[in-house]
């Protein structure tokens, strides 16, 4: 069972579409991340929002846009994506300190065509 | 020199064997330290988390943490083909909430 949502499971796009990815949890934290996942290799960084504040970009692409309309939601919006964008996004969460103990969603795998 | 390292494998061990999973790290600022499993397809799934020097124990796993030597490692006791992923081995630093990962060993538990 997992407490981390992730919606939809599963996603494709054109490179002109706009589209949204969801990811809700029922922790009680006040920290969410955005990570990309490419085949074989480790999930990579890409925004942290700390009690509904954006505090970590990791100088992502402004084709991708995230957002957090409260502790328990986090969106990111994706527009004019590119086929190199086809990965797995995973949404994480924690307590909302720092070096606390990061929980995966289920992940959206997102294909670009 | 990547900031965390792992043997990307496959460790190929018999079932109910141990199976020990390695990790180095660069950076002495580092402070925790997180083991997670990966399924083939499925997102990372936490398997434990270790601060201090020393052993940490939960179930069929343990953690082990040396900061002196800059490793820490995994033992999976009674390995079983269920274990089969990829492990990865992850690190943050002091008052940071970025998770460094090193790039995974795959396991393979041998029925």
């Known amino acids: 069972d997992t407490e981390v949502t992730q919606t939809p499971k599963h996603l494709v796009m054109g490179m002109t579409n706009k589209k949204s990815l969801k990811c809700e949890q029922h922790?009680?934290?006040?920290?969410m991340y955005w990570y990309k996942q490419k085949a074989k290799k480790p999930p990579e960084l890409m925004f942290v929002?700390?009690?509904?504040?954006?505090?970590i970009n990791e100088s992502v692409p402004s084709r991708f846009s995230p957002e957090c309309p409260n502790s328990s939601l986090l969106n990111l919006h994706l527009h004019a994506l590119q086929p190199e964008d086809s990965a797995l996004y995973l949404c994480?969460?924690?307590?909302?300190?720092?070096?606390?103990?990061?929980?995966f969603g289920p992940g959206t795998r997102l294909l670009v065509l | 020199q990547k900031e965390v390292e792992q043997n990307s494998g496959p460790l190929s061990v018999p079932e109910g064997a141990i199976a020990s999973l390695n990790c180095t790290y660069s950076?002495?600022?580092?402070?925790?330290f997180f083991w997670y499993r990966q399924y083939s397809g499925k997102s990372p799934e936490l398997i434990m988390f270790i601060y201090s020097n020393g052993d940490k124990e939960d179930g069929r796993f343990t953690a082990q943490l040396n900061k002196a030597s800059q490793y820490v490692s995994l033992l999976i006791r009674d390995s079983q083909p269920s274990d089969s992923a990829t492990y990865l081995c992850?690190?943050?630093?002091?008052?940071?909430?970025?998770?460094?990962f090193g790039s995974g060993t795959r396991l393979l538990v041998r029925p």
């Open positions: 922790m009680g934290h006040r920290a």
């Open positions: 994480a969460t924690s307590s909302g300190l720092p070096q606390e103990t990061q929980y």
């Open positions: 992850a690190l943050m630093m002091d008052s940071s909430y970025k998770l460094i």
């Open positions: 950076d002495r600022g580092s402070q925790s």
């Open positions: 929002y700390s009690y509904e504040k954006l505090s």
